[in-house]
Nanobody, 120 residues
Framework: QVRLVQSGGGLVQPGGSLTLSCAASGFIFSNYAMSWYRQVPGTEIPPTERDFVAAIFGPNDNTNDEGSVKGRFTISRDNVRNTVYLQMNNLKPEDTAVYYC????????WGQGTQVTVSS
């Protein structure tokens, strides 16, 4: 079955960097777009209403990201390790959230979520 297992995250000061990882299994990883979303901690919203952060897709690993993270966050993937990454630089307090990786295969699959806290 489809499984997404996240790692990384934690507490970082403003201006700092973190890298999130999401290891995938149960599907042909290289065939599917992968995405990152985030959700403000403590908010009760359905998964479909999480905020889009970035996606990587297509044979050329095209990327798309949300405006507020453009130039600071980079999504990438390793099709040998079946892992997608989110490199986050110049982090701001407003980036504080629980981050989720996502793949859509006849429905949404989500990682378990990783807390990122940006605070001095």
């Amino acid at each position: 079955q489809v499984r997404l297992v996240q790692s990384g995250g934690g507490l970082v000061q403003p201006g700092g960097s973190l890298t999130l990882s999401c290891a995938a299994s149960g599907f042909i990883f290289s065939n599917y777009a992968m995405s990152w979303y985030r959700q403000v901690p403590g908010t009760e919203i359905p998964p479909t209403e999480r905020d889009f952060v970035a996606a990587i897709f297509g044979p050329n690993d095209n990327t798309n990201d949300e405006g507020s993270v453009k130039g600071r966050f980079t999504i990438s993937r390793d099709n040998v390790r079946n892992t997608v990454y989110l490199q986050m630089n110049n982090l701001k307090p407003e980036d504080t959230a629980v981050y989720y990786c996502n793949v859509f295969i006849d429905g949404d699959y989500w990682g378990q979520g990783t807390q990122v806290t940006v605070s001095s």
